[in-house]
């Protein structure tokens, strides 16, 4: 291993604001036993997915309606308090710890979808319905929400934070797929941004504003939602390689010929092994494409096979089918678990997860290096793709008792966030800045642009009490 | 025809700022012969497509690069001065005039496109690139940029106004299509926003605040957006109705069987008369829809086969094909002249020009009553829709001597409007507030939302001299 670096920069800065008696007084007042200052239920919303050690809240309020969030949000305001919003604790950023201490407003409970309206494929929901859920209410209609990051993540968290997944390259991220919202502003107003229709240029766009403003903003109280038409044909392929490369440049061919797949998501050899035992499958050990065509079956028959001669130009082998419907969840459930899987190949780790998105044509350039630079540094590691999209993850499975792995961890991410800015990309493909970013922000977009996000949040939230101290210090 | 009533609010308030001989003098020095105040330069770029007559700017800055852009807006921030950024005039809610004095700034001298990624299917032009310029020069890429309001109009003024036309139903509009941008703010610093990749989760997306803010929060001076792979196969044809419910009825058909059509443009027989008289075509007289498939050969023939089994539940005609690529140019050049044969189809007339657009399933009763209306009231009209999108413009002829005729015509708009609100639509789909639509943005998102907007108009724009008095008034 190389020496550990510091990189203070990259742990949160906590400074707990008080949260004054009076304060939790009125939210029991108001909420009853649905306002909790117990320790066990304060660590349960205190903490998330990513890796950071912060205090809890000092109370977490149980949201049941918009007017539950906004009377909250107008009690911690009174105060100069933070809000945080909740819903199931999925963040890999640590959006939801309270670095700047205050309340928790917990929205697992708003959890009602709204109204279906199938004839023009949308649906609206409460912010605490999860994409599982959503799919499982809707799937009577012959339509379903695409969108699926690897956690059953509720709506409201996916919109708060520009969620993507599986699917993103053929149906897109939360960015395209949110039509309109309701939100409950830092003075505590319900305001609506957006229509039913599908297009409009009436005025700012903040239903997009709003979507992967990470709850600094505003709390997110109602998302409607694009749905699509289940397909007529699936089908579901896996497809190995001798080399990562093989694998990475077969996916650049694809998305450069416009092929329309649903999915297309790779592993290298060692998140292979990972998942086979996790998941006990028995997919093929190397590098490997997990592929998705959706269509009609004329159309889903012509996807396979561009993609399949197009792999074979890189040495791939013939697809091994899911064939049952049964068979793809298998193979989807074990992806959507490769984070798990990650984390629990070495007992009592935690991951540092990294999140670049580049242009299709650098994708190779930006995997290929960064894995030869975690191997090299010899900390375990996983590596899943959303490729089709010029998105990756590596997991670097830390021992948070190391400090000097973390360090490392930290340096290899830093290294290969810089790499991905360099080819044009971006920090995060989906999982948002969170604490974890806000530096690669600033040399990913430039002080400008993060100085007129400084300005936007002044001006909306100027007490500073919506999920402070992410995206950007103010 | 009806009484007419007033309709003040929908006149746009003039209320011209001084602009002292200082700032003419220095940009004079500045810009020499590229800073013009000669009458009818500035009649020339204190006028669009929307039917209000306004004084022109004091001043015209034809700006060659970025810093151009930059260097007049700081000089005119020094006294407080109104800048309206120009492309080519074809804005249909008078976004470019000079409702509160100022001066004008020219981009249409910036048309370089400065980067073709045909590996990432991507393109950076300078905003006065037009879109037919832009598919001129990437021809050779294979590749085509969608995007086609019917004039051809400049990147930098459809990236302002959120622009689509009739691909959206397939591509998207400029929301979706662009990926980054360069901005000269009010303080005419000049930023960043967005990167090459194809999604972020990085930070607020000052790119969609961007899109469609109308040159009210900045400048744009430079765009990134995708491209596509010209599909392998097209096919355009047009199918006649025997009434005009039938062809919306079968464009809702299509929408909700998720078929992935292209192009799909309603035109009554009325504008058809109009467009075959102004195009010398021979299209049946009648309903019809326009339509135009992209895809594999096969994929395209099974689009078709559906399309046409979908429109004879409704009785429509056997569709009639533009069989080579001349034949389908002149079919779609002859739908985007549409709007210039309808206003030269009354000769002298202005066209007052709605734009709402409504989810799909309510699509018949937004068009049908809208139509009656129209028809009830005598006043000369055409209809033209991207239905697909549950998008229509009717197009009222008014003799701009006659104010009543104005009067009934903005009273026709109001009704529309409203019906479109109150199916869930919004008052304009693509065109942009502008002027013309202030009121009815207030209707549409509520007082809330507006203010949101004006909030953070004040804090990004403090002196308000970014294309003041459009969208919502300060």
Redesign the interface.
């Known amino acids: 291993m190389n020496a550990p670096t510091a990189l203070d920069h990259l742990v949160p800065e906590i400074h707990q604001r008080e949260v004054p008696p009076a304060l939790i007084d009125g939210l029991k007042q108001r909420f009853n036993e649905r306002c909790s200052t117990a320790l066990v239920v304060r660590e349960q919303h205190g903490r998330d997915e990513s890796s950071f050690d912060v205090p809890p809240p000092a109370a977490v309020v149980f949201a049941e309606s918009t007017q539950d969030v906004a009377d909250a949000v107008k009690l911690a305001g009174d105060y100069g308090v933070p809000v945080i919003p909740f819903g199931v604790g999925s963040s890999l950023e640590g959006h939801l710890l309270a670095v700047q201490g205050g309340i928790s407003i917990d929205v697992s409970r708003m959890n009602r979808v709204l109204s279906i ?1 199938a ?4 649906v609206t929901v409460q912010p605490g319905v999860t994409r599982k859920q959503l799919n499982e209410e809707i799937k009577s209609t012959g339509l379903f929400f695409p969108i699926d990051p690897g956690a059953d993540a509720t709506i409201g968290g996916m919109a708060a ?4 997944g599986t699917n ?1 390259v053929r149906y ?2 939360m ?2 797929n949110v039509l309109a919202l309701e939100v409950v ?1 830092a003075s505590g ?18 239903t ?2 709003m ?3 990470e709850g600094t ?1 505003g709390v997110i109280t109602e998302i409607t939602v694009k749905l ?2 289940l397909p007529e044909a699936v089908m579901a392929a896996t497809c190995s390689f001798a080399s990562l490369s093989d694998a990475v440049n077969t996916t ?1 061919q694809i ?4 092929v329309p797949i649903a999915r297309c998501e790779l592993l290298d050899a060692n998140t292979i092994r990972i998942v086979n035992k996790h998941s006990q499958l028995s997919l093929r050990e190397g590098a490997m494409l997990l592929m998705e065509f959706h269509g ?1 079956p ?2 889903v028959k ?1 996807q396979v096979e561009t993609v399949q001669a197009i792999a074979g130009e890189f040495g791939g082998q013939t697809f091994e089918w899911a064939e049952t419907a049964e068979a793809r969840t298998r193979l989807w459930t074990a992806r959507h678990n490769a984070y798990f899987a990650g984390v629990q190949s070495r007992p009592g780790c935690k991951a540092i997860t990294t ?1 670049t ?5 650098h994708l190779a350039d930006a995997i290929l290096d960064s894995v030869t630079e975690a191997q090299e540094a010899g900390l375990p590691y996983f590596l899943v793709g959303h490729v089709g ?3 990756f993850h590596i997991g670097y499975l830390i021992d948070p008792d190391k400090p000097e792995e973390r360090v490392l961890a930290e340096r290899l991410n830093t290294q290969l966030v810089h790499r991905a ?1 360099k080819l ?10 969170g604490l974890h ?1 806000m530096e ?2 600033v040399a ?3 002080a ?3 100085d ?2 400084r ?2 949040k ?3 939230d100027p007490k500073n009490i919506m999920n402070p101290g992410k ?2 210090s103010l």
């Open positions: 309206n004839e023009d494929l949308i934070t520009r969620a993507s993103a897109g991220t960015r395209e502003t107003e319900i305001i609506r941004t957006g229509t039913r229709a599908k297009k409009s240029s009436a005025g700012y766009d903040l997009r504003l979507v992967g403003s903003l699509y038409p650049i998305i450069q010929l416009g009609s004329a159309g012509e999140d998105c580049v242009p299709i044509s999209d010029g998105n800015l044009g990309g971006t920090c995060t493909g989906e999982h948002g800045v970013k690669f922000l990913e977009t430039g400008g642009a993060v007129m996000m300005t936007i002044r001006a909306l995206i950007f």
